[in-house]
């Protein structure tokens, strides 16, 4: 009966956390190589289109602006698919204009996978992606589930040894 009640509440919990952990691990694992493998050259702006105003519940409002970048990766002009060139509150927001020089952090191994960054580049440990964030918290659910159930069921296990 005890055997059987961990396989079928606690292991079972427990695959499922860490199939969802181990989504998150592989999402983040790919940002982080992804910032280790980039490459940052400069580039001049193509295109520049603003979005929508995006208004808060505390009274601000804020813009992103996208656009293309034209770079060079070894040796080979390419233009960036569309990428964020910034954001900020709208009252003080410093549109980018075409023909600026900015800096760009592109993929060693797909040159067309490109994100806006400094000088310096891009962080070896990146923030995770909300993605990350939320898989993360969603493998913590069942995980804690598995502990529950663990817990509820010691006595019975200490009794019986």
């Known amino acids: 009966m005890i055997g059987e009640f961990i396989r079928g509440q606690v292991l079972r919990w427990l695959g499922v956390a860490a199939l969802v952990l181990g989504v998150a691990a592989f999402a983040y694992s790919e940002e982080t190589a992804f910032a280790r493998r980039s490459v940052v050259t400069s580039g001049t702006v193509e295109e520049v289109r603003r979005s929508g105003v995006l208004y808060t519940d505390d009274g601000s409002s804020q813009v992103e602006y996208h656009g293309r970048v034209r770079y060079t990766a ?26 600026q020089i900015v800096y760009v952090a592109y993929d060693s191994e797909n040159f067309n996978r490109a994100v806006r960054t400094s000088a310096a580049g891009l962080p070896h440990w990146p923030v995770p992606s909300p993605l990350v964030w939320v898989l993360g918290l969603i493998g913590l659910v069942p ?13 019975a296990l200490r009794t019986k040894s």
């Not at 080979?76 to 003080?92: F, K, T």
């Not at 995980?143 to 006595?155: F, R």
């Open 74 to 99: 070894k040796g080979a002009e390419v233009v960036s698919n569309r990428m964020r060139l910034a954001g900020c509150d709208v009252p003080v927001c410093p549109a980018p204009k075409e023909g």
């Open 143 to 155: 995980l804690i589930g598995a502990v529950v159930n663990l817990m509820w069921i010691w006595p």
